[in-house]
Structure formats: structure tokens, C-alpha cells
């Protein structure tokens, strides 16, 4: 699978990858930068992003209207990274206008305009030609990679409380199919893989700028979480500042590590494994279970096995089929679970970059985790994150990880075939692009990831 880069007029990026069916067309009204910046917390350190374009986007829904974005990625902020799933707020919405369209009053360029009242289909302002998957520039970004100055905040009176600083990084939005209907429970295994392959060559690009401290995959599914347009697809931030939560699990690998001489991830996995009535899944490469320490009701986390699986681009190809298998999985069983389609938060917790002997780098003891938090905590019944929890941080979860884990586990998922030739063709066949997919030399095949995690394992029971 190939990536083809595009460049819209305004200068975003349009990453198509597979086949490349059509191109951009040669002119398109440009926007103006918004004025968006950062504001530090005085009260905690942390930083807020403020995007006021955001709130001048049209309303009207039609096709030209600007993907929404998440509102809430609050680096370094007090609030929680996980956005609030009040049903009632018009928070963490969608990269998609947040109107309902009229299909009568649309206009289109492209050839293949499956749904005309979607961004996100061919035919739209995004992409306007059929494609298998592809990645563009929030046209409202949060994070930009050249951001306008911020504004000085002068009334702050000389006295140094007030600080601004440029909203630097990154905002796309991850087309996973040209399909207008779907998940990842419903996409095909091949499409899922390819997803995962997406996700990975992107997030090994937004690493190699050595400003971004933090590459956040995630997905809002459903309207619970703001996302207004059931068409699949996630997104991407990088910025540049380490947030509070990141900071913190960093922090607790280090003193684990400072008292146990063992890597905090390494253990994690062991305890899931062994406290199996937290586990909803398992395969060879990632467990699935809810978490000790759940704040959502049917929270699960993914959890990479190996010691070394950091990031994504630490995957091999065998991992990278594992992960998918299991999101997939996870998917289905909040599908089955009340018999129709949970609303989910989900993120992918790559190492943030942390200060080490050779400069910035991922945290050694870090494991790659995909995380999801459904609001739901019950078929009509959603968590809402309000006053103590919003005050303090501190969860009141009314429902046990145990049991939630047990309903979990108990939904009966049909098992589809994965077929192995064709998740090697998508993830070896030439590389994502014209370039290598990885910059050191990951293991090739599922024989070579299971030699490595028993290398390591030896490594552990040797040095613990
Ligand atoms: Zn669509
Ligand atoms: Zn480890």
C-alpha cells in the first residue's frame, strides 16, 4: 500500500493511501489562519487551547462546511485529556459540521458523490475522488504546524501570571473507507488493517518532528461524544506540550521502576493476565481488559505484551494484525453489549517524548495501550463527568471493572477469518510509502515477534 501526498490549496495536507483515483482540483477559496493560541493555566501550570474559529465555522452542514475538531485537547491542562461525554454540551464534537444538512442544497466537484451531504464521502470537499482510506489537515485545526503569533496579554499588568504561546502541532482526521456506513466492528479485516497501517505511518511522520511531545490517534464514535456523522473515520493531534495525564504515567513508571527494578508496563500485563476476571480478550501480542482502576463503566484497555512496543511504529507486521484482531474485537463486544452501537471515546497512549541520556525520546517502560471510554453506563443511561469529577479528577465509577468485564466478555463475537496474505500484502507489500515504514528494523513476521517477546521475557526473568 502506497501513500500519495496531495496539497489543497490552502496548503493542507491530503494523504491518499492505496490507489490514487483523481486529484484535487486546481483552486479553492483559501482561509484565512484562525486565530487560535495557547493559554497557560495560571493556577496549575497546565495549557488550554483556545480556537475562537472554531465558533465562526459554518453551521449550515452543507458540503463546504469545516470538519469540527476536538475541542478539548487540553495539553498540559487540568481538565482530563479524555473529553466530558455530557450529552447535553456540544463538547468533543466531530471533525464534521454539527448541522443537519440539506442534501437539496449541496454542491460537488468530484465524480463519485456517494452520500452528497458528507464531508467526509467521495465527491466531498476533502477528498473529491473515490479512495480506500485517506488522511487530511482539519481545516479548523486546534494545533497547526505553523501557527499565528499569539496574542501578548498585555493587561496582565507586567506581572507574570498571564502567559500565551503559539498553537503548535498538528490536527488530521483519519478516513478509514470511502464506505459512508460502518465501524470498526463492520469494516472488513483487511480495511481494519489498513487502518492500523494508516494509523502507523502517520503517527512514525508527526514523530519525526522533533517539536511534538505527543501524537494522540483517537476516535469519537457516536453522538454521545459529539460525533454527528456516523461516516468512519478518527483523528490525530500532535502538540508540542506534555500534558498532565501523560506526565503522571511517566511519572509512575519511574518510581515503579525505582522501586521494583521492573518496568511498570511488563507488569501490568502479568497482573491483567493473572486477574482474569478483568479480562474480556486476549491474543498473542496485546490483553484486553478493563482496567483496576476504572473510571468509565465499561472502560477497556489494549495493551501491548512486549517490552519495547512503545509506539505504533514499534509494531511488526505480526503485532500489527494482533492489534487490529483485537480492536476489532473490543468493538464488537460494545456493539453486542446493549444491541446497538456504543458511543466510545478511544485513544491510542503512545510514549509522549521525555528527556533521556540520548535527548527526547519515548519513555523505555512505557507500553503502547489503545484505551476506550464509552459514556454509557447503561442502555439509556450516560455517565455524565460532573462536578466532584470535573473539580478534582477523581472518578466515582458505580460500576465494578470485574463485572463489567464479565458482560464483556460473555458478548458473543463471530470470529472472522484474517487471512494472512493479505494483511502481509497490506503491511510489507513495498512499504506505506516511498519510504521505509520504520526506522529501525521491526520483526517481519508473526514467527519473528514471538522470538522477540521470549527474548525479552529471558531478558526480564534475567535482570527482575
Ligand atoms: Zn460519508
Ligand atoms: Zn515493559
Known amino acids: 500500500m502506497r501513500r500519495h501526498t496531495l496539497v489543497h490549496s490552502d496548503g493542507r495536507r491530503l494523504y491518499v493511501y492505496g490507489e490514487l483515483r483523481g486529484e484535487l482540483p486546481p483552486a479553492e477559496p483559501t482561509q484565512a489562519p484562525p486565530a487560535l493560541h495557547l493559554r497557560r493555566d495560571p493556577l496549575t501550570g497546565g495549557w488550554v487551547a483556545v480556537s475562537p474559529a472554531r465558533n465562526t465555522r459554518p453551521q449550515t452542514g452543507h458540503a463546504d462546511a ?19 461525554a455530557d450529552p447535553d454540551a456540544d463538547a468533543d464534537a466531530d471533525p464534521v459540521p454539527d448541522a443537519d444538512p440539506d442534501p437539496d442544497d449541496v454542491a460537488h466537484a468530484g465524480p463519485a458523490p456517494a452520500r452528497p451531504a458528507c464531508p467526509l464521502c467521495p465527491g466531498g470537499p476533502e477528498v473529491p475522488f473515490s479512495y480506500e482510506a485517506a488522511v487530511f489537515e482539519n481545516r479548523f485545526p486546534s494545533f497547526m504546524a505553523h501557527p499565528p503569533a499569539p496574542p501578548f496579554p498585555g493587561w496582565a499588568g507586567g506581572v507574570d501570571v498571564l502567559q500565551t504561546a503559539p498553537s503548535k502541532g498538528r490536527c ?7 464506505e459512508h456506513d460502518g465501524s470498526l466492528a463492520t469494516l472488513s479485516p483487511e480495511q481494519v488493517c489498513r487502518v492500523v497501517a494508516v494509523w502507523r505511518d502517520r503517527s512514525i511522520d508527526l514523530w519525526s518532528d522533533p517539536d511534538h511531545v505527543v501524537v494522540l490517534v483517537f476516535e469519537n464514535r457516536g453522538e454521545a461524544v459529539g460525533a454527528t456523522l456516523s461516516h468512519p473515520h478518527g483523528q490525530i493531534y500532535a ?7 501523560f506526565r503522571e504515567r511517566v511519572d509512575a513508571g519511574t518510581r515503579h521502576r525505582e522501586a521494583t527494578g521492573r518496568c511498570l508496563g511488563c507488569d501490568l500485563v502479568t497482573a491483567d493476565d493473572e486477574a482474569t476476571e478483568r479480562v474480556v480478550a486476549k491474543n498473542d501480542s496485546f490483553v484486553v481488559a478493563t482496567p483496576f482502576a476504572a473510571r468509565w463503566p465499561y472502560e477497556i484497555h489494549v495493551r501491548a505484551r512486549r517490552h519495547g512496543v512503545r509506539r505504533l511504529g514499534d509494531l511488526g507486521t505480526g503485532e500489527q494484525l494482533d492489534l487490529a484482531q483485537a480492536l476489532r474485537d473490543v468493538v464488537l463486544r460494545y456493539d453486542g453489549l446493549f444491541g446497538f452501537p456504543l458511543p466510545y471515546m478511544m485513544v491510542a497512549h503512545e510514549s509522549p517524548g521525555v528527556p533521556g541520556p540520548a535527548g527526547r525520546g519515548p519513555d523505555p517502560d512505557w507500553h503502547l495501550s489503545f484505551e476506550f471510554f464509552p459514556p454509557h453506563r447503561s442502555p439509556t443511561k450516560l455517565k455524565v463527568r460532573a462536578s466532584v469529577e470535573t473539580a478534582t479528577g477523581i472518578f466515582i465509577n458505580d460500576t465494578l471493572p470485574e463485572s463489567s468485564a464479565a458482560a464483556l466478555a460473555a458478548v458473543e463475537v463471530e470470529h472472522s477469518r484474517w487471512p494472512d496474505r493479505c494483511v502481509a500484502d497490506i503491511f510489507t507489500g513495498g512499504g506505506l510509502a516511498d519510504r521505509p515504514c520504520h526506522p529501525a528494523s521491526p520483526p517481519t513476521d508473526r514467527a519473528a515477534d514471538r522470538a522477540e517477546r521470549a527474548d525479552d521475557h529471558d531478558q526480564k526473568r534475567t535482570t527482575t
Open 66 to 84: 469545516e470538519p469540527d475538531a476536538e475541542p478539548d485537547p487540553v495539553p498540559d491542562a487540568e481538565a482530563d485529556p479524555v473529553p466530558e
Open 172 to 178: 488530521e482526521v483519519v478516513l478509514y473507507t470511502e
Open 239 to 245: 502538540f508540542t506540550h506534555l500534558p498532565r495525564m
